[in-house]
């Protein structure tokens, strides 16, 4: 499938990287291509300069580029520049396409720990789908760290969690599909993309699990 | 231990059920004792009357006889009842005694589905601490159905995680006993009080799966 990962921190290039080697046609959204493959500076494991040279088959695009070429658009920028980036990326080159919203709710701007921008009887994933009415919204994998998300083998073979919400059914379907194809073996549809509030409001939890265990390897089984 | 349970609801009743079973000496406390006893239309199982008929060595007291005479104190009332009826309780009844708060800031004067009526950079958990600074505060339990709370070995041997959230960890460690009696296997300290904003908001999506799995019995782990 010809993939667009908005985005270039560490949950854009987990997905990016774990697409690519799945065999599907990566490109990778940013605001500013010359500058993104300018940064040498690590951020992450390595610079966004050397991610790209170890990954030559994903291509670094602006994001209207990397939607408009895309069947499916993945959105994996900050919480707080989501909108923005999609306006970007252009409401007409999203208009039909799945689109997996990733992103979090999280306001680091009075320190740590953050707090949620939007909770209670609203969601960011909502405010993506109400911007965008004719994407089709699937809220998902925002409730785990970049690398359980794409390589949830990581936790061992005893299984755990990833939820989907959306309004969508097909578009579920096709999200389901990917999540299986990273390795996920229990997806939980919790149903419309306000189900998004549930999962958005995990994140304080996650934080502090975060802290209490000392790792972000981790993830949410529900037990049933 | 003497311990009370304050609230008299499918909570309060799973709790004092559990504890008189363990062989504790259990009172539950309530506002009005002979309004509670007279209860003879059922709400949960059976009505309060008959819940008590089946419980003779459990007492129905009043909210401050049943906090005075225990050494510790579970708060099984509804969250936005909590600190009228600790207050009821009485701060002097409380002073120095491990204060097992199970309290969810529901609010469903809106319809279902509620919202949380504190959350962000807050919790109930912190309200009821600073409202009874000489009460040692352990939030714990209030992240799962009351059945579960009491017999976790209803999902099964595989484990499942409960939290704790408390700034006294001498009164962790004595919640910790009683939650391991029940049959928890995976007790997670959090941290302090204010880790208890993480568990409060995970009501929502808690009622959402209760909606998608269509049970109350679930829970959630912690996989690592």
Redesign the interface.
């Not at 939980?188 to 149903?191: A, C, S, T, V, Y």
């Given at each position: 499938m010809r993939i667009a990962v908005l985005g270039t921190g560490m949950v854009g290039r987990a997905l990016a990287d774990r697409l690519d080697e799945l065999g599907h046609e990566v490109a990778v959204g940013t605001r500013d291509v010359a500058g993104t493959l300018a940064r040498t500076v690590p951020d992450g494991e390595v610079s966004y300069a050397a991610w790209q040279r170890e990954h030559p088959s994903v291509r670094t695009e602006t994001f209207a580029a990397a939607a408009a070429a895309a069947e499916l658009v993945v959105n994996a920028t900050g919480g707080t520049i989501t909108l923005d980036a999609l306006a970007a990326a252009g409401a007409a080159n999203l208009a039909g396409k799945v689109l997996l919203d990733i992103s979090v709710p999280l306001d680091f701007s009075k320190g740590f720990p953050p707090?949620?921008f939007v909770?209670?009887?609203d969601s960011l994933g909502e405010r993506v789908q109400a911007a965008f009415p004719e994407a089709r919204v699937v809220k998902a994998l925002n409730t785990m760290n970049a690398e359980v998300m794409v390589r949830p083998a990581l936790?061992?073979d005893?299984?755990?969690t990833v939820?989907v919400s959306g309004d969508d059914a097909e578009a579920k379907a096709v999200v389901t599909g990917l999540l299986t194809s990273f390795g996920h073996t229990d997806v939980?549809?919790?149903?419309d993309i306000t189900?998004a509030?549930?999962?958005e409001?995990?994140l304080?939890?996650?934080?502090?699990?975060m802290?209490?265990?000392g790792?972000h390897?981790?993830?949410?089984?529900?037990?049933?």
């Open positions: 707090t949620l909770s209670g009887d936790l061992g005893d299984g755990h939820f939980l549809d919790l149903g189900t509030r549930g999962t409001m995990l304080p939890l996650w934080l502090r699990l802290g209490a265990l790792t390897v981790f993830n949410f089984k529900v037990v049933r």
